[in-house]
């Protein structure tokens, strides 16, 4: 089989968390440029309708589907509408992320529990519900998780940054979510993989760009920070049959910070 065979997805299916913007809508538009038919689901409404223009404009189908993950019973539903409305998912795409800047001496319970619950137990119970309803019984499907270089290292001593405990400390469990349930549905023929990515210019990051200045470009060895294609190429390679024989593993997308 050619490589272009190995990477098509024309009449795979894919859903996406936290498809409106930044990392997930990079995502989408390469599921959606190599075939598939992809479900977006994000809290606001009209971000998921500006993301489903966007990709129209490069000829790829899009479905929004609002959703606030944070609201564990919201899920479920959420989950049976996109299959309603797209079909049994092929591949699933955990990006839905929070995170809170404060010392931990100063971070409120309310605030762990928040980033805790979207990028964890959010993430757990799409999966599960996907799992359950369409990869385990057709066996077959791919996971993909995205972790941050933040869930591999302690962090940064960067005295500009804030600190990022509750952060840090969920992407580290999606780090051992990954490696433990890629074990555990092996045996279905299911991948389930994770990108680390360093830092991307994103609305979730604007605030630690301006606190830490122009001199943050040139800290990873490649002396740039992510950008709109650099996620685009793993992810075309962790959806389709290019890596039907990757699982369990944990790529940081960072430019060379986690080799340093």
Known sequence: MGVKQLLDLSGRTALVTGGSRGLGLQIAEALGELGARVALVARKGDELDAAVAHLATQNIEAVPLVCDLSDAPAIPPMVARAERTVGPMDILVNNAGATWGAATVDLPLAAWQKVIDVNLTAMF?????????????????????????????????????????????????????TRALAVEWGRHNINVNAIAPGLFP???????????????????PLGRLGGPEDLKGIVAVLASDAGSFITGQIIAIDGGVTAM
């Not at 994103?202 to 990873?220: A, C, K, Y």
């Open 202 to 220: 994103t609305r979730m990051t604007r605030g630690i760009l301006e606190m830490m200045g122009d001199d943050v470009s040139r800290q990873p």
């Open 125 to 177: 119970i799409v999966t599960q519900e996907v799992g359950r309803c369409s990869m385990v019984p057709r066996r077959e499907g791919k996971v993909i998780n995205v972790a941050s270089i933040l869930g591999l290292k302690g962090g940064s001593n960067e005295g500009r940054r804030p600190a990022t405990l509750a952060y840090s400390t969920s992407k580290g469990g999606v780090v051992n979510f």
